[in-house]
C-alpha cells in the first residue's frame, strides 16, 4: 500500500521561503512520476509541480521560476522548494503518485498523502 506523509508547511511573510517534503513508501519509490498539487479554500485542486521517475519536471505557470521540485531516490523522498513566495500561494498542499513513470497526464495522479497547510501572509 502506497503511502505518502508530507511535512514543512507553515506560516510565512510574503517574499520569503518554505520547503516542503514527502515520505514515500510501499513500493519502489524511484519506479514512479511524483507530483505536488495544492487546494486553496473555494477553489478546486490544482497541480503545482511534477517529477518524471528520470528526474524530469514541469511546472504550473504560476510557479515557474519561484518552485522548484526534486527528488531523493535514495531516501524515497520529494521535496519542493518554494521561494518568493505570495499570499496567492497559501493553500494546502498534497503529494501524490501514480502507477506510472511520466507526470503527465496530470489527471492519472491517484496516491495521494494527507496535505500540509501553507499561508504566506502580506
Known amino acids: 500500500q502506497v503511502q505518502l506523509v508530507e511535512s514543512g508547511g507553515g506560516l510565512v511573510q510574503a517574499g520569503g521561503s518554505l520547503r516542503l517534503s514527502c515520505a514515500a513508501s510501499?513500493?519502489?519509490?524511484?519506479?514512479?512520476?511524483m507530483a505536488w498539487f495544492r487546494q486553496a479554500p473555494g477553489k478546486d485542486r490544482e497541480f503545482v509541480a511534477g517529477i518524471n521517475s528520470g528526474g524530469t519536471t514541469n511546472y504550473a505557470d504560476s510557479v515557474k521560476g519561484r518552485f522548484t521540485i526534486s527528488r531523493d531516490n535514495a531516501k524515497n523522498t520529494v521535496t519542493l522548494q518554494m521561494n518568493s513566495l505570495k499570499p496567492e500561494d497559501t493553500a494546502v498542499y498534497y503529494c501524490?503518485?501514480?502507477?506510472?513513470?511520466?507526470?503527465?497526464?496530470?489527471?492519472?495522479?491517484?496516491?495521494w498523502g494527507q496535505g500540509t497547510q501553507v499561508t504566506v501572509s502580506s
Open positions: 510501499g513500493r519502489t519509490f524511484s519506479s514512479y512520476a
Open positions: 501524490a503518485t501514480k502507477d506510472s513513470s511520466f507526470w503527465y497526464p496530470k489527471s492519472l495522479f491517484n496516491h
